[in-house]
């Protein structure tokens, strides 16, 4: 038995919220921190630092709940105590350390001085563990839109960069956009059920059999338009390739990984806990949804000859497949879920971190060529890309290919063995850009002399690699007790779909 | 020497010893300077062969059990066991590994000139690779060595290959992946409807193979999905493009690792899950004219596209295609001498044809060109090379008193019986094989010596003599005795047609409406 919680006293709120408040709190004192210092590269480091420090102490605070086995007493509370958030709360703040570990000497380098980039970082961290706890709409909502906020400047920060501030614009306008679907789609399912609560809403819907309300339909296909957005799901992935291709390539990471996680997180609670009674129409959506997303995702990354591009179309190929684990409805693919964005994290990040090395000259500009030769001069890096793309391509032996073997045994027992073959095609096609890398790091020579001298792994990222390479082959091969966590975070999420209520 | 041997608990840790001395070894190669690169490698790779020669006397004759079992939790939440056991099918493909593993270090010791250490590293993952899929007895662990085993081939071919590498090594990296993948969803389809059924969720092979009634009417679409992936490894007629690519832009120890082990996979896969999981899909007949058919148009496409070659390494490697065509027809044919014959080709295949692309490696190495009309009247210059040469190639044709010819016979006679015009055509691909093996032969070693280049050539060193003698003993042993071979592989093929045959048996409703199976 874990331990209980009584959200309706003070005591208990702070309690619940323990992980927002901390990380609140350091935020806050790091704002404090910069607005003093904030002259040059020293004042950046320390507010780097300060930043790592929060969000550590965060992630302490999260797991510490977890092991405790928090629970709330009372069902329909507007913060979810559970696994799931846990779990993806984790998930978040590892990924938000690694990006600060990353910018901690990529800001340096590109010569960017604005210590408050560390704030944003937290900020959107804050977003992102509002949207897995909250267990009501509007927080979710809130969590989401400041997210979003700290984001939008994060792709703008590099002032003097055309494209960062076009980056910037364009997932503004878009994001804004989206937030305006997701905002009618709650109002609508507010009217249909009266609540904007997901547990109530769920025994709402089942109570007063409202699962083809045609408001309630319209809701959910309004919720579903912006979160398609926000996960980048085909055909609302436009922004995707220049918003990638022109933030900082740490924020680039920080949105392909924990930025869409973190929308995926909220969109599984909502499907699964409030909608669950609906699924039948959701989950055909989800479905076609995550066909074309994979397929369309892996052909344009077919195309690509630029390595920062061809990543942002294979981040839109992966969230296809989380898509996939979505649309078996069921908590199993919710645990798939997990496991996935957890390797999803870590070897998206590992990528990018390699490419902000290589990239001296402008990651922009890095195609794929470019890595020819890389091994004979760099061959640490070098191992590590290719455990990163063999990752990503879902090879066994790597943490992606469990995380691919979960979602495809998720689909497969919900019996949709089309979609479980639509999956591998993708992936098949996926090779066709992933080993390239390899092949051109391992297999071709170096185009001259001086090739990658520049190139390097500077301080943190060093680290961020190391550990996502030897977290991402250690899961590979003894993935047991993650995915007993995995279990774990999503048991529970679906509540029982018989009419409690009525019988 | 049997007492001892189970002293030592022999028989307990055998198959893991087999799998952990090369990964360790690979350590060990890694860690040590480039020019000690070799001989650690040639150590290892001897220590593995001793550890696995006792199997052949240890193994028990008479029994299509598997042997030497045991298994260790790996992801015990989901069924997935570390499992191990062999039978007399996958014994003589262990040991055909584990000989050819140190030919293949030595056949690269000076071929290989730069990247020493990761070389011989990879090719010792690749040996754990090999054995881990010829021994595994749960789906899962097979799969995942299937797909492992891929990677060090990718580097062996695309970093020390031939000029074209890179599209070889992708091409034979995308074939293999695109087939195996679809497999993997035929196996979890198969572990939910066999754990749906029974309430047990495991990947063991025995409990999928007792309760694989349970997936009904998706046998052919199961069928279908590991078919694929083991055509493609056979490599069967329309897929096998890959290969000659492979082949010829592989470094020699890696061609003589594909050909020798890595093709046979795919026909063991096809005898030790595609078959007994789907007999009734696997002998409908339009299946079986369709396997059997692209079968026999493999044995002579591939011959008379050998015929043609300009590239000796090209011609053996089309010649593949063709016997692997005999595999097929013998196995389809499902009568005790045509699967004991398939057997014995897939191990004589992996004795000649290795022993050939270690001679065209040889060929290559001194004058740098393996183009035929290159070479001519070698016979003078390099009689001893000659002699091997001459032998090796009549061993592959099938003459009588090699091992080449026992395969064959087998097949032959036993697929006589069902196919009776399959097998006509089929004969007509070893007299194909005579045709383009005796006339490169001519070409190469006889004819006039009428190129100065050739005049000068040193015949067979030390080290290569070392190399192809045991596959020379192994030609003229499996030749002129090949009873214990058969005496092995006996009870195992016998229990394969028995049960195939039993449960077509019980999944066809009368004889004569073969239509109507599902």
Redesign the interface.
Known sequence: MGMAIDVTTPGGFVLALLPELVLTCWMLVLLVAVAWRHRDEGDQQMAGQLALMGLVSTLLVVLWMWVKGAYPETLTGMIALDGFRYATSAIFLIGAILVVMLSLGYLGRERILVPEYYVLVMLAAIGMLFMASGADLIVIFLGLELMSMAIYVLAGIDRRSAFSAEAAVKYFLLGAFASGFFLYGIALLYGATGTTNLTQMHYQIVTLGLETNLMLLAGIGMLLIGFGFKVAAVPFHMWVPDVYDGAPTPITAYMAAAVKAAAFTALIRVLLHALGASDAVWMEIILWLSVITMIVGNLIALAQTHLKRMLAYSSIGHAGYILAALASGSERGAAAFLFYILAYTLMTLGSFAILAAVGTRGERDVRIDDLSGLASRRPWMALAMTVFM?SLLG???TAG?IGK?LV??AV??ADQ?VL??LL??A??VS??YY??VV?AM???SAPSEDAHSGSGLIGAARWVVGIAAVLLLLLGVW??RV??MA?DGAEGLRPAPTRILTD | MTEFLGNIGYNNWVLDALLVIPLVGALAVLSVPAGEAKKVALGVTLVEFLVSVPLWWTFQIGTAAMQFQHAYPW????GIYYRVGIDGISLLMVLLTTLTMPLAVLGSWNYIKDKLCPYYALLLVLTTGMLGVFVALDLFMF???W??ML?PMY?LI??WGGPR??YA??KF??YT??GS??M??AI??I??MVGDATGVYSFAYDHLLENIGAVGS?GF?LFGAFALAFAIKVPMFPFHTWLPDAHVEAPTAASVILAGILLKMGTYGFLRFALPFFPSEAMHPTVVTIVVGLAVIGIVYGALVAMVQPDFKKLVAYSSVSHLGFVMLGIWALTQASVAGAIIIMVSHGISTGALFFLAGMLSERRHTREIAAFGGLAKVVPGLAVVLTVVALSSIGLPGTNGFVGEFLVLIGSWGPYPWATAVAATGVIFAAAYLLWALQRIIYNKLDKPENEHLPDLSKREILVLAPLLACILWIGLYPKPLLDRIEASTEHLITTVQEQRASVAPTPGSEEQVP
């Open positions: 063999l090879f066994p032996g290919f073997w495809l045994s497969v027992s063995i479980a073959v591998v095609i992936s098949m090779a066709g080993l390239p092949m391992y297999m071709k993935p047991n995915l007993d279990a | 992801i015990p939440g989901w799969y995942v060595l797909e492992v990677i580097f695309g970093v590498r890179l090594a992708i990296f995308i992946f695109v993948l679809l993997l969803v979890l389809a572990y939910y998706w679409w």
